[in-house]
């Protein structure tokens, strides 16, 4: 086994568990094992744990506990969303927008429904910092239209996008707007009443809770056809024995999220303004990509014109650095990044890409020594 990398700048990839978050997970990995649709004691005590659970998420979102779905990660969240409200809305129509530069679980069930159940969807571009342009998204909204889903945060250049302004676009033609808030969710103070949003996408393991365990926002009154069926569970929108110790890590994750994000954001902020002054001062001819100010705090995304991202990944691990390309799926294949290549980026520099995504266990130490290691191992990794 090689050793375990010492600086991890690969937070939008997934996080570490929280030890106080495992702590408030193990016993119902242990002693509380109960079904909590069972009827004795050890089975009330999970029923009492996942009511609670439901109740701090509910209350983390500014949402009623019934309109809470949980899920087995995000990208059931996302796929429950687009092709359950698809599905739910096909007697109105067939017709889906989203943006060119969502996270896959978004694109590729938009995909889905279009290749296997013949409905159109719109991709609506974005401008160099990858906003969503507002003006292109209201003009593809027509009367077919059952869904739009727009990302709150980019995973990979960090985009905030305009989501309550889309919000009173869709909600005066009575279109649900589903937003995907992982990478938000946890570092920004996420409200679904003040989005007007209708469903938002959330997964622990992005913020210092468990893999295998998310949640869907679902407003009262929409409707979503279930995508896994079986016992009823979530008030029937998702069948399955509830993950309790996973829910339960979710909502303890959600709640120290909450309870500390004044003093993470600061933090975080701090350390990638550093870090992005690093990188450009290292690498001269670097480029920061997204928005400069409406942005999430802990990603730092550059092209480095020239550099064979994967070369740089490997000599960066190498050195005891963990690092992103972008999103996990284009990492690992020659593929230029869809969202930088949306963003304008001709493929060359959008083959050229580096993430760096920071965490609240980060050091300006760390930082340092992550730019020390890239001056030096950028001029190893120049495409030919
Ligand atoms: C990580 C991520 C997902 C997928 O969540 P999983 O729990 O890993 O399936 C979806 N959307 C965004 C923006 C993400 O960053």
Do not use: W
Not at 30 to 55: H, K, V
Not at 353 to 372: F, I, K, M, Y
Request: charged share 15%; hydrophobic share 45%; proline share 6%.
């Amino acid at each position: 086994m090689p050793a375990l990398p010492t600086i991890y700048l690969d937070h939008a990839a997934t996080t570490p568990l929280d030890p106080r978050v495992l702590d408030a997970m193990l016993p119902y990995l242990g002693p509380r094992y109960g079904n909590p649709s069972s009827i004795y004691a050890s089975a009330r005590e999970a029923r009492q744990a996942l009511d609670e659970a439901r109740d701090t998420v509910a209350a983390a979102l500014g949402a009623q506990a019934s309109e809470i779905v949980f899920t087995a990660s995000g990208s059931e969240a996302d796929t429950t969303a687009i092709v359950g409200v698809a599905f739910a809305g096909r007697p109105r129509g067939r017709h889906i927008v989203t943006s060119a530069v969502e996270h896959h679980a978004v694109l590729h069930s938009c995909e889905y429904l279009a290749q296997e159940h013949g409905f159109r969807v719109t991709y609506v571009p974005v401008a160099r910092h990858g906003t969503v342009d507002l003006a292109a998204l209201e003009a593809a909204l027509d009367d077919e239209t059952v869904l739009v889903s727009v990302m709150l945060g980019n995973n990979e250049v960090g985009t905030l996008q305009p989501i309550a302004a889309m919000a009173r676009l869709t909600r005066a033609r009575g279109i649900p707007l589903h937003t995907d808030a992982v990478q938000a969710v946890g570092l920004l103070a996420v409200d679904v009443g003040a989005l007007g949003v209708d469903l938002l996408s959330l997964a622990a393991h992005k913020l210092h809770g468990p893999k295998g365990v998310g949640a869907l926002y679902v407003r009262r009154g929409v409707r979503i056809h279930p995508l896994v069926h079986g016992g009823g569970q979530e008030r029937g929108r998702r069948a399955s024995t509830e993950n309790v110790a996973g829910i339960v890590g979710l909502a303890t994750a959600l709640r120290l999220a909450q309870a500390e994000r004044a003093a993470r954001v600061a933090r975080i902020g701090a350390l990638r303004d550093r870090l992005v002054a690093g990188v450009l001062a290292a690498v001269p001819n670097a480029l920061l990509t997204g928005h400069p100010t409406a942005r999430l705090p802990h990603i730092a995304s550059f092209i480095l014109p020239g550099v064979e991202s994967e070369t740089l990944l490997l000599n960066l691990d190498f050195r005891g650095v963990a690092a992103s390309s972008g999103s996990a799926c284009t990492s690992g294949s020659l593929e230029p990044s869809h969202v930088l290549l949306a963003m304008g980026y001709p493929p060359e520099l959008a083959r050229a890409s580096l993430r760096l995504s920071l965490g609240p266990t980060n050091t300006a130490e760390e930082v340092d020594a992550a730019v020390a290691v890239l001056r030096e191992v950028v001029p190893l990794c120049c495409a030919a």
